[in-house]
């Protein structure tokens, strides 16, 4: 039934995202930033999606469905004849969104900088999509909003690739994100024209991952720069709890972060682990570290980022030789070999899960056949240049599966993102 010929009264809900957000240092900076103190002293969390990477998890979130339905396993996306790599974007999600089934009963979503949405479909109501947004053209439903943006120099994304070796840069990109973000909530909140209302705020994680030291360290020399931005970011939700204290009844509201966050103790290159063990083997000298068509016939796994590993079988791959009947062998020696990687003595995985076990189901050419899921602190990678397993290279931060906050006015208990989704189809009593 539309809700538009229901005779219930119209509930509203809003999302609130924070990317990269844990409950445990939600909870810590609670003690000096009053806003996030509300929503995490009656927070709990919610497991990420595996890889625990954010195109993954927030299109879980935005679909309702686990990677082996909405086809993301990552940012990167290979094509296996010609071994070309992209960036995965909205075009590959494989199954319909939350907004695609509201829409078909009536239900207006808005939507600011949700990652994962670019380029922007067409839905019932608006969208300015998130991460990784290349061109503001593509960036909008409907169109109209691109004029709206522009005039206010709406900031799509904040330039990290500067940021991460100066944080005074970093600051004040994150900054105008933030500016821009609140712009954009004054343009699409006031009218009430909608239903469903989701807002991210993505600058923590980008944060994290280049001065996770200087935020959880009281000694760095940069804490404080770092506590002074994240009171404008808390501000930030300060005035998006404003708007929703005022929101009429009956509403509903949700926090989620799509992910933890840690310090990292080091990053770890599968695919050096799989040239150094004689699984992989290039053809000539890689252009970059995403140039994987160097990728001999010879191989016979590589990985993608953060830790997909895939068989160079004949059936899947261009230049692949392995047989089918050689693939389960090689799958469980690569598996143990994995489980027996060690850093300073520490075991760098916590497990290694095969398709049918973590995406029983899972038909597209872009499933893994083993996920590695590493103990906290470890970045898994799979650069194609790389000479060492171990290293630092600019970052101070990583990822986590668990510790993800959430919090939702009605005490709900998601397990993961994908039970989100479900949560909000579930708010407008539409089934899946």
Aim: hydrophobic share 40%; charged share 20%.
């Amino acid at each position: 039934m539309s809700i538009l010929l229901s005779s219930k009264p119209r509930s509203r809900l809003v999302v609130l995202g924070l990317d990269g957000m844990p409950l445990d240092l939600a909870l810590q900076l609670g003690a000096s930033l009053p806003n996030i103190r509300r929503l995490a002293q009656h927070a709990t969390t919610v497991k990420a999606e595996l890889p625990e990477l954010s195109p993954v998890n927030w299109t879980a979130f935005f679909t309702g469905e686990g990677p082996e339905k909405h086809g993301i396993f990552g940012f990167s996306h290979l094509d296996p004849q010609t071994y070309q790599m992209r960036i995965t974007n909205s075009l590959d999600v494989t199954c319909p969104t939350i907004f695609d089934r509201l829409g078909t009963h009536g239900i207006l979503s808005r939507i600011i900088n949700l990652p994962g949405t670019y380029p922007v479909r067409q839905l019932r109501g608006m969208c300015i999509s998130g991460f990784v947004s290349l061109d503001i053209e593509k960036a909008v439903y409907p169109s109209f909003l691109k004029e709206k943006l522009c005039s206010i120099n709406y900031k799509l994304e904040a330039d990290t690739n500067r940021g991460q070796q100066d944080l005074d840069y970093l600051l004040a990109e994150l900054r105008a994100t933030l500016h821009s973000r609140l712009n954009a909530l004054d343009m699409l909140w006031p009218d009430l024209g909608w239903d469903l209302f989701i807002h991210v705020f993505t600058e923590t994680d980008r944060l994290f991952h280049f001065f996770m030291d200087a935020v959880l360290h009281t000694d760095h020399p940069s804490h404080l720069k770092c506590l002074r931005f994240l009171a404008d970011w808390d501000h930030a939700i300060g005035l998006f709890l404003k708007r929703y204290d005022a929101l009429p009844g009956p509403k509903r509201l949700l926090v989620l972060a799509d992910h933890g966050f840690t310090e990292l103790k080091t990053e770890v290159c599968l695919n050096t682990w799989l040239k150094q063990q004689g699984f992989l083997t290039l053809s000539g000298t890689p252009d970059d570290e995403w140039d994987a068509s160097k990728l001999s016939s010879e191989s016979q796994a590589f990985a993608l980022d953060p830790g997909r590993i895939y068989i160079h079988s004949a059936t899947r791959f261009g230049r692949g030789r392995v047989s089918e009947q050689n693939i389960p062998a090689l799958i469980n020696t690569i598996r143990h070999g994995l489980l027996q990687l060690t850093y300073k003595g520490s075991p760098v995985l916590k497990a290694v899960h095969t398709r049918d076990t973590l995406y029983p189901g899972a038909h597209t050419n872009q499933v893994p056949d083993l996920i590695c899921e590493a103990h906290p602190g470890f970045d898994l990678k799979a650069k194609f240049d790389r000479t060492d397993i171990f290293g630092l290279h600019g970052r101070t931060g990583t990822h986590t599966v668990e510790g993800a906050l959430f919090y939702d006015t009605e005490d709900s208990q998601p397990r993961s993102l994908r039970d989100i989704g479900t949560t909000i189809l579930q708010h407008f009593d539409i089934k899946k």
